[in-house]
């Protein structure tokens, strides 16, 4: 799908190479919708699921069009979303359960590839397709418990103490394809350009593939300086069969733990490939140049 996504591009951009095309370059603002579960909220009152779409922030793209006769058009586009933070993961006074506090946001490079029909001289719609060509989804966070040390034969270093985690974590997909509708004013100021407005919708999806750690600090109380492999092999021991914490903490520290890898491929280990909803619903401004 990929491939015969970047043929269509290529075959459009050399078609318009030697004809009258247009290029347009617009930003604007975008509210999530198709809102899925990104995490949860927990705490000694209540426990509830954190929604959200990725797609929610701000966007630019440059798009390049060609008009075959006054009416119909198509036009492709590259974009960057520079995506709002969104709540992922909050822990907080459970007994048992390690404290978390997690932030994602979508941070994408997109392309769309669009028909255009012209309803009057000044109001169009476009639709077509979309898809994500880089990027990532940022994870950033703290975690907090009181922790001991094991080294790798198992055996304990360290005491428990207080012990603050932070990471940030990058989450890549695999290639998606969804759609893009919108319907839009041209407010022509000369013959060569115009002035325009849109509301446009984006409905798609990021099938995770992968996380990349990016950053990470471990601060105990004590002072002791803590690696990462210490600490993974802390959070294997404790949540091995063998251990006797109860099975909410091990499930939890579990999950936490695929964060602090170098690298996991997710669909692995037991864990499955979620669907990052990356859907928005926005408006755009923007100026029109015609060849």
């Given at each position: 799908?990929?491939?015969?996504?970047?043929?269509?591009?290529?075959?459009?951009?050399?078609?318009?190479?030697?004809?009258q095309?247009?290029?347009?370059?617009?930003t604007?603002?975008?509210l999530?919708?198709?809102?899925?579960?990104?995490?949860?909220?927990?705490?000694?009152?209540?426990?509830?699921?954190?929604?959200?779409?990725?797609g929610?922030?701000?966007?630019?793209?440059?798009?390049?069009?060609?008009?075959?006769?006054?009416?119909?058009a198509?036009?492709?586009?590259?974009?960057?979303?520079?995506?709002?933070?969104?709540?992922?993961?909050?822990?907080?006074?459970v007994?048992?359960?390690?404290?978390?506090?997690?932030?994602?946001?979508?941070?994408?490079?997109?392309?769309s590839?669009?028909?255009?029909?012209?309803?009057?001289?000044?109001v169009?719609?476009r639709?077509?397709l979309?898809?994500?060509l880089?990027g990532?989804?940022?994870?950033n966070?703290?975690v907090g418990?009181?922790?001991?040390?094991?080294?790798?034969?198992?055996?304990?270093?360290?005491?428990?103490?207080?012990?603050?985690?932070?990471?940030?974590?990058?989450?890549?997909?695999?290639?998606?394809?969804?759609?893009?509708?919108?319907?839009?004013y041209?407010?022509?100021?000369?013959?060569?350009?115009s002035?325009f407005?849109?509301?446009?919708?984006m409905?798609?999806?990021?099938?995770?593939?992968?996380?990349?750690?990016?950053?990470?600090n471990?601060?105990?109380?004590?002072?002791?300086?803590?690696?990462?492999?210490?600490?993974?092999?802390?959070?294997?021991?404790?949540?091995?069969?063998?251990?006797?914490?109860?099975?909410?903490?091990?499930?939890?520290?579990?999950?936490l733990?695929?964060?602090?890898?170098?690298?996991?491929?997710?669909?692995?280990?037991?864990?499955?490939?979620?669907?990052?909803?990356?859907?928005?619903?926005?408006?755009?401004?923007?100026?029109?140049y015609?060849f």
């Amino acid at each position: 799908m990929k491939k015969t996504f970047l043929i269509v591009a290529a075959l459009f951009i050399s078609v318009t190479a030697s004809a009258q095309y247009y290029v347009s370059v617009n930003t604007g603002y975008s509210l999530g919708t198709g809102k899925k579960v990104l995490g949860s909220s927990i705490s000694t009152s209540r426990s509830s699921d954190l929604e959200g779409s990725y797609g929610e922030g701000i966007n630019t793209q440059i798009r390049g069009g060609y008009y075959f006769n006054d009416k119909f058009a198509i036009e492709l586009g590259v974009g960057f979303l520079y995506g709002l933070d969104q709540e992922v993961r909050k822990i907080s006074g459970v007994p048992n359960l390690p404290e978390a506090d997690i932030e994602a946001r979508g941070r994408a490079f997109g392309a769309s590839l669009s028909g255009i029909y012209n309803i009057t001289e000044n109001v169009y719609v476009r639709a077509g397709l979309l898809t994500k060509l880089g990027g990532k989804t940022e994870a950033n966070g703290i975690v907090g418990a009181a922790l001991p040390v094991y080294n790798e034969t198992g055996t304990v270093i360290a005491a428990p103490a207080p012990t603050s985690i932070e990471f940030t974590t990058d989450f890549k997909g695999e290639f998606p394809l969804g759609f893009v509708g919108a319907a839009g004013y041209k407010f022509p100021i000369t013959e060569k350009w115009s002035l325009f407005a849109e509301l446009e919708y984006m409905n798609i999806n990021v099938t995770r593939d992968k996380s990349l750690l990016q950053e990470f600090n471990v601060v105990r109380a004590d002072g002791r300086v803590v690696t990462r492999n210490e600490l993974l092999t802390t959070i294997a021991v404790l949540t091995s069969p063998a251990s006797t914490l109860p099975v909410s903490t091990k499930q939890s520290l579990t999950e936490l733990s695929y964060l602090f890898r170098d690298e996991f491929v997710w669909g692995t280990e037991g864990t499955i490939k979620p669907d990052a909803p990356y859907s928005s619903f926005g408006i755009n401004f923007g100026v029109i140049y015609n060849f």
